[in-house]
């Protein structure tokens, strides 16, 4: 919702004015309101924010807050992850489809005022509909995944649909016909947005029992590392040719992004985990009820005898 606002709103407060003075004044505003709300983020993550929920959502979870925080070590965690094939190759995946995603969006408002002039509102508005379609599609992407358990597959899909969405949408830019970008970018924005929450998801499963920060994190690491690339090179290839030419330098990538998704191993650990705990739970249970009905069970000769 953030970055959805902050495709909007700037263009609203940063008109497209040739005063100098007057452009600084509203980048002054914009720069204050910003400053404003990430305060006031803060304020809410430091006193209101709980760190974690007081009971763990999933027996998974409630391993993993057995292990001692004494005997965790940052540095023994990451060397772990590095030998975790199926992570690096999901790392490497995941930094070049959102990568790419870092890239359209640093780049948007160029690529729709090169065919469509003065219509930097709009382009803000096509931003904001490529992350709203995103968050729809997260929402959707997660509640499957909660009922499938399918993650390499829903991911291997998305990645797949994001890379047909960016093809549609590089070839139909340049059409004349602003609603026809309004639909290709929203799809996109589906689909490419849609796939930050599965990839964060598909890695808890791989690296578990390790923290979740320390996996995201480096997903987030390899993400912003490749976005600075592409938007680089796009850049550079946008002057030299065209939009197109961009974005197809980036669909490349994200054709062979899918082939090295489909080489993921889909090693689910947390399931695993999670499947073993109820396990032994149904088992203990079931002990329980054997233990009680034999200690209830009444004794035959005791009751003969009483009839006697």
Known sequence: MGIAIGFLVPPILVPNVEDLDQ??????????????????????????????????????????????PESYSYTASILRLLRNKAFILLVITYGL???????????????????????????????????????????????????????????????????????IYAFTLNLGHLWVVFIT??????????????????????????????SSGLLNCSAQV??????ICQGKIMDSFNTLAGNLFLCAFLLIGTFITACIKSDLRRQLANQQALAAAALGRSMWKHHRQQHLKPNSNAITGRIV
């Open 23 to 68: 452009l600084a004044a509203h980048i002054r505003v914009m720069f204050y309101i910003t400053a404003g709300v990430a305060t006031f983020l803060f304020v809410l993550v430091v006193i209101v924010f709980q760190e974690r929920p007081e009971l763990p959502p999933t027996h998974a979870q409630a391993a993993a807050r057995r292990i001692s």
């Open 97 to 167: 489809n959102v990568g790419c995603f870092y890239a359209v969006s640093t780049l948007l408002n160029r690529m729709i005022i090169e065919h469509y002039p003065g219509e930097e509102v709009n382009a803000g508005r096509i931003g904001l509909t490529i992350v709203i379609a995103g968050m729809v599609g997260s929402l959707i992407c997660g509640i499957w995944l909660d009922r499938s358990k399918t993650y390499k597959q829903t991911t291997l899909a998305v990645y797949l649909m994001s890379l047909v969405g960016l093809v």
């Open 185 to 214: 970018a929203g799809a996109l924005g589906f689909f490419m947005t849609g796939y930050l929450p599965l990839g964060f998801e598909f890695a808890v499963e791989l690296t578990y029992p390790e923290s979740e920060g320390t």
């Open 226 to 231: 490749f976005g600075i690339i592409f938007t």
